[in-house]
């Protein structure tokens, strides 16, 4: 009886590896297949209510004119976020994971045909939000971001550790509201280096516009190389 | 770790319990600075009066060399 339930738990841990084998490689075709366009593809990643939403609103605001943008919103079951995008008018494709806590590979593929790959510079799929599965499950991005807001508390990086260090970039957002919550930035701050030596973090308030100038650098300098990368072939 | 798809930090990961000799205070923190900073260490904590060091790491991503690295660096000596 044990032994037939150990031997139970050692097929799971096997097909899991064969999942996460799968997924990498599909996320290493979609890879390849934006890095040939010049695709700067972004996985955005946080939990519900950090603020992925609102950043991406914030984007478009600023970049849809410069730049060429797609999104894909991940959500479980509703378009709520993806009619959010649709009202300024950039590209957006919708997928639920039906109860799924994560987007994973295949899901991109399925739907990259809808995308207009020639004439577009920034692709951000915004992830489920989730601090812990999404991190385990690249999509075919050139960089993960992680979007951390101040009521989520400021031991976050050190409970989930794998996102913050698989993250290019993390964005602190709602800094506005540090003076009514107990966080310590410089703790947090700390941490994140410390699980992630040197670590490109990024202060914005989405509500009053800090740092988001910054957050578009960043992007614009990604897009740039990614374009340049193509170019070389 | 995410009991709906069986995904999660803790799959993949090792964990490793070190006995470490000659920690001072201040070396023990640097240790745990050094850790964490390699790639695939998610988790480390080190009592540094007794020496005792635990790390929890996905081999595929980090070489046990490298963590043992890290102790031989600082002339430390460490057993498993
Ligand atoms: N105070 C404050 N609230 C914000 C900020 N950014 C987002 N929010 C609010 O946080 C809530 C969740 O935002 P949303 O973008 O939907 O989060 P998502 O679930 O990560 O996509 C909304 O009510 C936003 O208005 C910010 O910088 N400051
Ligand atoms: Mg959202
Ligand atoms: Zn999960």
Known sequence: MLAGRQGGIKMEVRVMKNVLGENDRVAAENQAMFAAKGVYVLNLMGSPGSG????????????????????????????????????YGVPVIQINTAGGCHLDAPMVQKVAPQLDLDHLDLLVVENVGNLVCPAEFAVGEADKGVVLSITEGDDKPMKYPLIFKESA???????????????DRTAAREDITTLHPGANIIEVSCTQGDGLDAWCDWLRQRVAETKAQAQKG | MCKECGCGETNGNTRLQFT??????????????????????????????????????????????????????????ADL
């Open chain 1, 52 to 87: 992925k939403t609102t950043l991406l609103e914030k984007t478009m605001q600023k970049l849809k004119d410069e730049l060429r943008m797609a999104v894909i919103e991940g959500d479980l079951f509703t378009t709520k976020d993806a009619e959010r995008i649709d009202r």
């Open chain 1, 169 to 183: 970039v993390i964005v602190l957002n709602k800094i506005d509201i540090l003076p009514y919550c107990n966080f």
């Open chain 2, 20 to 77: 470490v000799h000659g920690y001072t205070e201040d070396s023990a923190k640097e240790v745990e600075k050094a850790l964490f900073g390699l790639p695939g260490v998610l988790f480390v904590h080190i009592h540094a009066h007794d020496g005792s060091t635990t790390v929890d790491y996905q081999p595929g991503k980090t070489k046990l060399r490298d963590i043992m690295g890290v102790f031989d660096e600082r002339g430390l000596e």
